[in-house]
C-alpha cells in the first residue's frame, strides 16, 4: 500500500512541478476565458463589440506526443445587464472539465458580479462571486503498482466537493492623451478560494491529495483604431511554494476579419495564436469568434513533454 500511494504522490507532483504548482488548467487565449479565471470580470465581447450576451467553448491539449498529457474542455456563457442606471449585474456560468494522466475533475460553476458604474462603456468597478460543485477523481485502476496484486490498484476514487471563488475588476475607457478611446482592465481573483486537503479510501488503506488557493491578477488594454486593435495583456498567477509565473501577450486585430497574436512567460514557454472573426464586419448583427493557439516549453522538461494546442470558439450578440 505504501508504495501506491508514494507513486500516486509521484505523479502528482510531477504535473505539478511542470505547470509552476498549478492544479487548475491554464490557458492560451486566457483573455477569451476571462470570466473563467476571474468571477468579477466579463467576456471582451462587450469591451470589442457592445455584446451583452455570451457563450463560449476551449479545448486544450498539452504535452502532445506522451500518453495522458493534461486536457481541458470548458463550456461558458453569460449575460451582462447594462440598463440599471448607475449600477450593472453580470450573471453567468461556466463548466470544467480537466484530466492529466489518473487524476482529474469536472466542476460546475454558477457566478455572478455587480458593477458599480455610470456607464457601463466608459467603466466600472466589479466585484464578483462564482459557486459551484467539484467532482475530484483517481482512476486507481490506470496506475501501474509495483505489486500487481494491490487491493487498491483496481478500485477507482472519486469524491465531491463544493467550491467558491472571488473577484475584483476594473476598467476604464480612457478619454484623452495617447491612448485615447482606450480601455484599459485589470483585475485579482482567486478563483478556487476552498483548499482541501482530499482523503480517499479503499479496502486497503487511504491516501491523500491537497488543493491549494490560486491568485490570479490580470492587466491589459485595447487600443482601438481603424476597426482593428491592438491588446498587451499580462497574467500574473501565484500559489503557496512556488515561484510566480507571469505570462505575457500582444494580440493585433486587423481591420478585416483576423488577429495574431504572440508571447511568453517566465517559466520559459512561447505561445503563438490566430483567428478569425465572422460579425459586424461582415454585416450580420452577432459575432463569431474561432481561436487556435500554439505553445512550447523551452525548460529543461519542455522539449520532452512536446507542445500544447488550444481551440477557442465564442458566440456574442447585442440584445438591446
Request: proline content about 4%; glycine content about 14%.
Amino acid at each position: 500500500m505504501k508504495r501506491l500511494i508514494l507513486l500516486v504522490v509521484g505523479l502528482i507532483a510531477i504535473s505539478t512541478l511542470t505547470s509552476n504548482a498549478q492544479q487548475l488548467p491554464l490557458f492560451t487565449q486566457y483573455r477569451d476565458n476571462i470570466s473563467v479565471l476571474n468571477p468579477a470580470a466579463f467576456s471582451h465581447d462587450y469591451l470589442l463589440y457592445e455584446n451583452n450576451l455570451s457563450f463560449g467553448a476551449s479545448y486544450r491539449r498539452q504535452w502532445v506526443g506522451l500518453n495522458s498529457g493534461p486536457s481541458t474542455q470548458t463550456l461558458r456563457g453569460e449575460y451582462l445587464f447594462t440598463e440599471m442606471g448607475s449600477f450593472g449585474l453580470a450573471a453567468g456560468g461556466y463548466l470544467m472539465n480537466d484530466q492529466t494522466g489518473p487524476t482529474g475533475f469536472t466542476g460546475l460553476y454558477g457566478r455572478v458580479a455587480g458593477i458599480i458604474t455610470n456607464d457601463p462603456w466608459d467603466g466600472g468597478l466589479s466585484v464578483g462571486l462564482s459557486a459551484g460543485l467539484v467532482q475530484y477523481r483517481v482512476k486507481v485502476s490506470e496506475i501501474f503498482l509495483r505489486d500487481p496484486g494491490d487491493v487498491l490498484g483496481n478500485d477507482d476514487q472519486s469524491q465531491m466537493f463544493p467550491d467558491v471563488g472571488v473577484g475584483v475588476y476594473y476598467y476604464k475607457l480612457i478619454s484623452d492623451g495617447f491612448l485615447e478611446d482606450s480601455h484599459v482592465y485589470g483585475g485579482i481573483s482567486i478563483p478556487q478560494v476552498v483548499g482541501l486537503n482530499l482523503e480517499f479510501e479503499g479496502d486497503d488503506g487511504k491516501f491523500y491529495t491537497k488543493r491549494v488557493q490560486h491568485y490570479y491578477a490580470t492587466l491589459g488594454l485595447y487600443k482601438y483604431f481603424d476597426e482593428g486593435y491592438i491588446e498587451p495583456s499580462v497574467w500574473l498567477k501565484y500559489t503557496p511554494n512556488a515561484p510566480v509565473n507571469v505570462d505575457f501577450n500582444l494580440r493585433y486585430q486587423m481591420a478585416g476579419s483576423f488577429w495574431i497574436g504572440a508571447g511568453g512567460s517566465t517559466a520559459g514557454t512561447v505561445h503563438l495564436e490566430g483567428g478569425l472573426l465572422i460579425g459586424e464586419n461582415l454585416g450580420f448583427d452577432n459575432t463569431i469568434r474561432i481561436g487556435y493557439g500554439f505553445g512550447y516549453s523551452f525548460t529543461s522538461f519542455g522539449p520532452s513533454a512536446g507542445s500544447s494546442h488550444e481551440i477557442n470558439i465564442s458566440y456574442s450578440l447585442n440584445t438591446y
